[in-house]
């Protein structure tokens, strides 16, 4: 699946953008704790996240996650924008909860395995 | 030092969480640059970042030393911070005593040490309690 078809699914609103939204994902991350992320070893991941702080981007940039969706429609402060587009990584957000979030994207194929 | 050895030095600044990482990701910049393989900077990156962060959220920012050979790559972190009593109960994954603000910003896990101890070829901590703390690391290419 695609970083785009990821957006359809989630219903997401795409807040940055980078060519890199036409690349496949294997695997998503669901968390909010950074460190937890950071253990996570898996190439061509996307980030789900609850948690809104320009860490998030930061652990996206060390990890080279290409994409971070926040969930459940938080409001993301200029910061976090703008670390996002100065460090190349796509940033949605979708008002789906976590679960439900997982959930459809488990369901679209996406199960972490064969990547 | 010797020549070959690219040598940087960074301030990690204890009061702005939204620059903590800025050390971490120049040098992961400057690695890209010098060609460095992938592998070796991803994991550079991490252990680096967890650091760096801790010496901001744990220790109210301190400054990094970088060493860059032809093979490896040697980074200490030092801080002016309160210490860490016991290293290997700190070592323990899931082992945090940070706060429930730390934790609102995403932290507290007690991932990020083993992280480093994962990540690193070598890991080496020294530190005192009521003094601070040096934790050096080193990855190879
Ligand atoms: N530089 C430091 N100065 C003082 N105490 C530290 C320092 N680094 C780590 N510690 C202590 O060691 C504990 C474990 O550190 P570790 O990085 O593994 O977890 P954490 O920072 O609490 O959470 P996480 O890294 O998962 O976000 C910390 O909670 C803190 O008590
Ligand atoms: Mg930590």
Known sequence: MKIIDIAKILNAEVLVETEEIQKEVYSICGSDLMSDVMAYVKENVVLLTGLVSPQVIRTAEMMDIKAVVFVRGKKLPPAVIDLAREKSVIVMSTNETMFTACGKLYSSGITGRGG | ?141
């Open chain 2, 1 to 141: 030092m010797s020549s070959g050895v690219l040598r940087r030095q960074y301030t990690i600044p204890g009061d702005d969480l939204t620059a903590a990482g800025e050390a971490s990701s120049s040098v992961k910049k400057l690695l890209v640059q010098l060609g460095v393989d992938p592998v070796a900077i991803k994991k550079t990156a991490i252990a680096m970042y967890e650091a760096e962060i801790n010496a901001v959220i744990h220790a109210n920012g301190g400054a990094a030393d970088v060493f860059i050979s032809k093979d490896s790559i040697t980074i200490v972190i030092k801080d002016k911070g309160p210490g860490i009593a016991d290293v290997n109960l700190a070592l323990q994954e899931g082992y945090s005593t940070a706060s429930d603000k730390i934790r609102e910003m995403g932290f507290g896990a007690g991932m990020g040490l083993p992280n480093m101890k994962r990540y690193a070829d070598e890991l080496d901590i020294k530190t005192e309690v009521g003094k601070g703390t040096i934790v050096t690391l080193k990855v190879y290419f």
